[in-house]
């Protein structure tokens, strides 16, 4: 009698393990696409009015995107010929004040940084696009740029690389 439980409920676990196989956590639509590959994001943010080049903004950009795919996907990063194709540019990098204090004084600035994506599926055409992304995040007008650099990226980022996942792999 415990035999036959214990077979049940192996083959329960089996069949139930085997009906999560086409799942993944990510909700990411990879297709028959086995490897990816981003391009490095030029700086080209002084290109647009107000805006600043930081110096390793690009790449460290362009690593978040690798990282986050690598982490989310089973597909295998290459440096070229990939099935799945990110490249683009950085065009907009800036501080602008926010909110004002009683005797007209910046209480709050926001740090906007802005990509250009262009993606490329070679397994699913119609998935193609070209298409501008762009988060921000507002600090304290008393602390520097500098002081909340770190912390600003890093939300930033986070932010740009999930939106980028979504719009190109997302399944939702």
């Avoid at 990509?115 to 699913?124: G, P």
């Avoid at 995040?137 to 690389?161: G, M, N, P, W």
């Avoid at 999930?162 to 719009?167: L, M, R, T």
Wanted: aromatic residues 12%; glycine residues 8%; negative net charge.
């Amino acid at each position: 009698m415990k035999r036959h439980r214990l077979k049940i409920g192996i083959l329960g676990l089996i069949l139930s393990f085997y009906g999560c196989g086409a799942y993944n956590f990510s909700g990411a639509d990879i297709g028959t696409a086995e490897t990816f590959q981003v391009n490095f994001f030029q700086n080209y943010a002084d290109q647009t009015p107000g805006s600043t080049i930081e110096p390793g903004l690009d790449r460290d950009f362009t690593l978040a995107l690798q990282d986050l795919i690598l982490n989310l996907t089973s597909l295998s990063l290459t440096g070229s010929n990939g099935d799945l194709l990110y490249e683009g540019e950085i065009v907009e990098y800036k501080v602008v004040p926010m909110t004002a204090t009683a005797d007209q004084r910046t209480a709050q600035n926001r740090l906007t940084m802005g990509v250009n994506v262009r993606f490329f599926n070679k397994t699913k055409d119609d998935a193609d696009f070209e298409r501008r992304f762009s988060f921000f995040f507002d600090f304290d007008a008393a602390s520097s740029l500098t002081s909340v650099q770190a912390q600003a990226h890093e939300e930033i980022f986070e932010r740009l690389t999930q939106d980028i996942f979504n719009a190109s792999l997302g399944n939702w």
